[in-house]
């Protein structure tokens, strides 16, 4: 292992080294990939030299997600005190299912999800756990209030017509989990939002009046924090008070942003969140650790065993239900998402946590007063978001996007509201400095300039 670790070593250094000097790696096209890159596998075994560079090739032609370059996706950046964390999970190779193997790493969860919880005054009998990620815990929220609504259903499966809610622009996770709940994504309402995105409170609760006439069942309302386009908020406390009245589970789909939590500034916006049933961040999206740590908290932790937990007697053999995190998720062997998360926040405190998430606030803040003061640009997004969606001239946000990735300029995609599309330049890696924001319209720009030369 030691030869491994030197050439880790050496290789680590020369990615940094990349991440700056070529921040956009190459694009290949996919045509080619096969014949530029050392990637088939053969039957016999290759020296330790070719083994050597085709990883270094393959790993400097990835796209370099870390790199001031990449705003394409809801993640970017690196918290280097979470990549090591990562980096040892991946030696311990801990099996999160009981405390027996993971030990200490369990307790490690565990704190994590116990200073979330109180952080949202979740009260006395909240829990939570780590699925693999965002969908799968809005998947977990939804199994957990099909079961509240009739626990024999995980015996007898679904024999009502049940609805679940949730707004236009809501995480296609949803529907696709609707799905995989036996609900059927065709009982699935997508309820209109607001000219800011966010889920209108009065179509909601007609919708619910109207299902419930027809003799339908209702069970379930998902919110957002955080939209995947706009970044919008939907309203939690008021959403929470229909929820309520009617008798529905509450789940708030924070992927995005529910990591204001760990910020004074910004936690009323997901005001009433304490109400809900259960809720979801991803600390693998504004908090800046590696794909992917997504944190599950459940307002009442009986819910997460009576839809996870299973009696196995080859499995369970020691310690209580609490360090068995094996009994309250979908899987049965589980990685260790998080100890990274853990060495990050051991690091920087709660309030290293909420700098973060204010500082990808404040850069958003830049990009929107660029884009107000420049009359080339239109602006699509609102305030109180990492997200901001413009379009440039009257060039196609498509056309450009695409030309600034074959061109190895800058990773950065584009989203439709209302029927309108645009660039979304996502403020998610706080690494990032005002000036590399400003610097993102000067490379657009001159983009932009040879791009209307070869049209
Ligand atoms: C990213 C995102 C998800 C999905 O999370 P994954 O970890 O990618 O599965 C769900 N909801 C919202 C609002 C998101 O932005």
Redesign the pocket.
Known sequence: MKKELDFFHHLALTLLEDEITNPVSKRIPVENLYEQLDIRLSDAPISETRWQEAIQAIVLATPKSASKAFFNQ?YGGRQPKAAIGDLLAVLLNANMHTYKVAGVQVGLEKEIIERSCERINYGEKAGGTFPM????S?FSGMLMARDAYNKDIRNIGVSSKMIAYTSQV??Y?ISKNAAFCGIGRDNVRHISTDNQGAMCLKALEEQIIKDMALGYTPFFVNA?A???VLGAFDPIDNIAAICKKYRLWLHV?G??GGSVLFSDKYKHLIKGVEQADSFCY?A??MLGAPV?C?ILLVKDKKHLYQSFSNDVNYLYQTDTDDYNPGKTSFHCGRRNNSFKFWTLWKAIGRQGLAEIVEKEFHLADIARTYVRNHPDYTLYSFDNSTAVCFNYKNINAKTLCTSLYHHNQLMVGFGTFAGQEFIRLVTINANNSEQDILRFFEILETHAVSLSYQI
């Open positions: 809801l990620g965002g969908s799968m809005n809501a995480h996770s957002t955080g939209t995947t789909d992927a995005l991803n693998h999206k992917t997504s």
